[in-house]
């Protein structure tokens, strides 16, 4: 019998497979990019390095946050699920959207592009190549995660291989040139570079937590992780801090290869990197292993943000097409492939008007720490609705970290609106136009709440 449709979610992934996908939607393209725009606001070479760090702390202040919510309401909805319990069905419908057509089909045309210029100088396909590689890898890689979990597990554990065997070239880059030409950073002191003001350490602060990115999407685990109320809490800090540490390594090498001048100065700061360690080839090499970290973070991104719809499905009747769980592949088939068709449908306009990295960071951001600001604050609504409930993990340091998280939150909000262009406004703008969302299908209980 097809049972297809009466399925719910099973837990399914161990605690390695968990680590597994977390890591691989922290470690992506950013880690790439990111640090020569850090250098340029950091403002000295001390500063550089601290940002890394406290980037690192900062998410594993968020991690141990949604590790709570996460623990005490476990669903595949993740965020759309506490935000629901927590305000109420129109808020969690307004994120919703705003994951549908901003935050998440967003990431993934832009992760797709990113894998689609550098497929491109492999095997040119034209002037439009890039956006036919990006086409064809959005759509492959969301066939293999409708073809099961157990495929999307696999995929992500090969291609986390590539994102950390990348990382690990420009660590071991940093160390040979430390053994045989001296670094460039060798002539300039640790706080070499001038003073930075606080508006630009913000701005800096926004690309270091863009790269630490990623790690929210673990509330969609939560559902499917084995001995969940448990294990999630391991997975968020056990990922957190191992990837503190290689982002930290790999922004040190490449302070030392390049001087904090040159680094600051850098358009491919990794490809430069690893030339002037190992030459040519090795900036070749390099660029194999960016594609299969695009893939990594492209298949993680796919493999968690079909979940919202799936839980939006389960919560309104005219969606429930959505809402249906494959019991054979373990997954949310129809929502997997809703969310292929959205963002094909972004690659191609993006094949059109592209206006680049920077641009669909303003575009996502405003939106994006606007609801982290809303789960963060969820914490303190679910305490005081219900005190003496038992929880089975609280976050330390109550309500210290949670406060710590929510202004963190505020801080990149305001950042993102003040230090950014026109990008920002559309991203708004499109949340606006979603508000019809607030007046369908008003129900007293979401589905999803009674099934969970």
Avoid at 60 to 80: H, R, S
Avoid at 107 to 118: K, M, P
Avoid at 197 to 204: E, Q
Avoid at 433 to 442: A, D, E
Wanted: charge should be positive; include cysteine; hydrophobic fraction near 55%.
């Amino acid at each position: 019998m097809d049972d297809r449709g009466t399925a719910a979610p099973r837990s399914t992934l161990s605690m390695f497979d968990g680590m597994v996908l977390v890591v691989g939607m922290i470690i992506g393209i950013g880690i790439f990019a990111t640090p020569a725009l850090v250098a340029q606001f950091a403002g000295n070479s001390f500063n550089y390095l601290s940002l890394w760090v406290l980037g690192g702390a900062l998410t594993l202040v968020g991690a141990l946050c949604y590790a709570e919510l996460a623990t005490a309401f476990p669903n595949a909805g993740g965020e759309y699920h506490f935000l629901s319990q927590a305000y109420g069905r129109s808020v969690a419908l307004m994120f919703a959207w705003a994951r549908c057509t901003v935050i998440q089909t967003g990431a993934i045309a832009l992760v797709a592009f990113v894998y689609g210029d550098y497929a491109q100088s492999v095997i040119p396909l034209g002037t439009y190549g890039p956006a036919i590689h990006a086409g064809i890898i959005v759509v492959v890689f969301t066939g293999i995660n409708v073809a099961g979990t157990a495929q999307g597990k696999l995929a992500q554990l090969i291609f986390t291989a590539c994102d950390l065997g990348a990382l690990l070239l420009l660590i071991l880059a940093g160390v040979v040139v430390a053994l045989t030409t001296g670094g460039a950073a060798t002539a300039a002191p640790a706080a070499s570079g001038g003073a930075a003001s606080y508006g630009l350490l913000g701005l800096a602060m926004v690309f270091v937590l863009l790269t630490y990115g990623g790690w929210n999407e673990s509330a969609y685990l939560s559902a499917e992780l084995r001995d969940g109320k448990r294990n999630i809490v391991r997975v968020l800090t056990i990922s957190v801090i191992a990837v503190t540490v290689i982002y930290f390594l790999v922004a040190w090498a490449y302070l030392y290869v390049l001087g904090y001048d040159g680094l600051q100065k850098s358009q491919t700061v990794a490809a430069d990197v690893m030339r002037r360690a190992f030459g040519p080839s090795g900036a070749t090499l390099l660029a194999v292993f960016v594609c299969g970290a695009a893939i990594s973070t492209l298949n993680a991104t796919i493999f968690t943000g079909a979940r919202v719809y799936y839980a939006l499905g389960r919560d309104l009747p005219g969606l429930k097409l959505f809402g249906v769980w494959d019991a054979r592949g373990e997954n949310p088939a129809n929502a997997f492939m809703l969310q292929g068709v959205i963002s094909v449908a972004l690659v191609v306009l993006g094949a059109f008007s592209r206006d680049g990295f920077k641009t669909m960071v303003e575009y996502t951001s405003p939106v994006f720490w606007l609801f982290m600001t809303l789960v963060g604050i969820s914490i303190f609504v679910f305490r005081l609705r219900d005190p003496n409930r038992v929880l089975p993990y609280r976050v330390p340091l109550y309500p210290i970290t949670p406060i710590i998280f929510i202004a963190t939150c505020l801080w990149m909000l305001y950042s993102s609106l003040v230090y950014t262009g026109v990008g920002a406004l559309v991203g708004v703008a499109v949340l606006v136009v979603g508000t019809p969302l607030l007046l369908v299908n008003r129900t007293p209980q979401p589905a999803s709440d009674a099934a969970r």
